[in-house]
């Protein structure tokens, strides 16, 4: 394939287990098992979680739901993204991948790294080689860019970053957080600490850091609370940024008594610059962070996140893509999934 594309996941080979084996396990009808695995119609969430239980279990692949998704040449769809080193593009990616399989479908994984030439490339690599759908999380939230990727007339399903302000209708799907309200959750736990000279450090490009930050200055300002604008950073998502932003804070004469960082890279990167300044953490200050990776609840101290609902990101992206892929004229639809403030010892 021209370009190279990253990383390809690959389904197993078809298992010898009919659709009538999966009814009988789950306990239901060859109907409902269909009607769960297409996607149509009404069945029960715990009859789907059943289903899907029973799919795995057993091996089955449903290779006719994939034949019957209209509108495409083959059984592949591509999740771009914008840096795979981010944990929660890992995670997001990991969920995509689970649910396409259960469907029969192929995922192939682009990263742009934030690098708009790049995933331009990739989109027009997709669109030539007859790719079902896209997942994507855009490298720029302009106009100009979405309509490139409407232009494509690819089933599409954006993630990650809202597509609200755009100036053009688009037919495709969105699923984001409430970053505004995740970011004022983190401000005001921060606040009702008595932590009054908040700092962040917060993602460059994109809307999903602003969102962010304008959710931490929401806080201060229900609170009364002047920000010090000098206690702001915002540096391209990188955890070597992280780090280096950290210094430059915490290193100030008149440094902040709590950090936000805002996302796992940026989060990686100033932890280990507190660590290594041995900064007394919650005392000297307070840390927090977006994205609940594999190392936050097990350092010392355990760091307070805002924890996505990755697995349920991708898991409702996928869905919308295949009806998007069954049904390309649906009218485009914004998914809002809540987050979750989680508070551990570094508040």
């Known amino acids: 394939m021209p370009l190279g594309i990253s990383v390809v996941f690959f389904a197993r080979s078809s298992a010898i287990a009919t659709i009538k084996q999966v009814a009988e396990a789950a306990g239901v009808s060859t109907a409902t098992v269909s009607r769960v695995l297409s996607n149509t119609g009404y069945a029960r969430e715990e009859t789907r979680k059943k289903v899907f239980k029973v799919v795995a279990e057993l091996g089955y692949r449903p290779n006719n739901v994939a034949r019957n998704l209209r509108v495409r040449r083959t059984n592949v769809i591509a999740l771009v993204v914008a840096d795979i080193e981010n944990p929660y593009f890992s995670a997001v990616g990991k969920a995509v991948q689970d649910l396409a399989y259960l469907y029969g479908m192929q995922v192939i994984l682009c990263n742009t790294d934030e690098d708009l030439d790049k995933e331009q490339q990739y989109l027009d690599v997709l669109k030539s080689d007859n790719a079902a759908g896209i997942i994507i999380a855009p490298t720029h939230q302009s106009t100009e860019s979405f309509r490139y990727l409407a232009d494509l007339k690819l089933p599409t399903v954006v993630i990650d970053r809202s597509f609200r302000n755009i100036d053009i209708v688009l037919n495709m799907d969105n699923v984001v957080i409430d970053n505004r309200g995740a970011g004022d959750a983190l401000g005001s736990h921060l606040l009702e600490r008595k932590r009054n000279r908040i700092g962040g450090i917060f993602g460059y490009g994109s809307v999903t850091g602003r969102e962010r930050f304008e959710g931490v200055m929401e806080a201060h300002e229900r609170a009364g609370v002047r920000p010090t604008d000098e206690l702001f950073r915002f540096v391209a998502a990188k955890e070597q940024l992280g780090y280096q932003a950290c210094l430059d804070l915490i290193e100030r004469p008149d440094p902040p008594d709590a950090l936000i960082a805002s996302n796992g890279l940026l989060a990686a990167g100033a932890y280990r610059a507190l660590k290594e300044r041995k900064v007394d953490i919650p ?65």
């Open 283 to 347: 005392n000297q200050l307070a840390f927090a962070s977006f994205d609940d990776t594999l190392w936050t609840p097990m350092v010392s101290p355990a760091v307070t996140v805002i924890r996505q609902p990755t697995s349920a990101i991708g898991r409702v992206a996928v869905e919308l893509l295949l009806k998007r892929i069954q049904d390309p004229e649906l009218e485009g639809s914004e998914t809002v999934l809540k987050s979750e403030l989680v508070v551990r010892d570094s508040t």
